[in-house]
């Protein structure tokens, strides 16, 4: 069994910053592209940045030069660091990971942690 799991959430005012964490752990063989998915209400689910195994990264316009993804490997943990918050960037933030596991090492899957909530208002 593998899972994601994340941390970081919150409240915060606008222009503030916000770290979100996110752990795989269970029988992980491999670990590829990473990323982080948000969905407002009302909104569909949309890529917020994405990180490779090699760590190449792409991100959303509307994030692009505020927020900055990194992993760390031997931790198997995804972070995204958020700056300069808006109140538009307030939704619940998912992480991604494609990874295969020991039962099924041949083939990537797609994992979904569970959502963790940022809301930016003053």
């Known amino acids: 069994q593998v899972q994601l799991v994340e941390s970081g959430g919150g409240l915060v005012q606008p222009g503030g910053s916000l770290r979100l964490s996110c752990a795989a752990s269970g029988s992980i063989f491999s670990i590829n592209d990473m990323g982080w998915y948000r969905q407002a209400p009302g909104k569909q689910r949309g890529l917020v940045a994405i990180i490779t195994s090699r760590s190449s990264t792409n991100y959303a316009d509307s994030v692009k030069g505020r927020f900055t993804i990194s992993r760390d490997n031997a931790k198997s943990m995804v972070y995204l660091q958020m700056n300069s918050l808006k109140p538009e960037d307030t939704a619940v933030y998912y992480c991604?990971?494609?990874?295969?596991?020991?039962?099924?090492?041949?083939?990537?899957?797609?994992?979904w942690g569970q959502g963790t909530q940022v809301t930016v208002s003053s």
């Open positions: 991604n990971a494609k990874m295969r596991t020991i039962q099924s090492p041949f083939y990537d899957n797609n994992y």
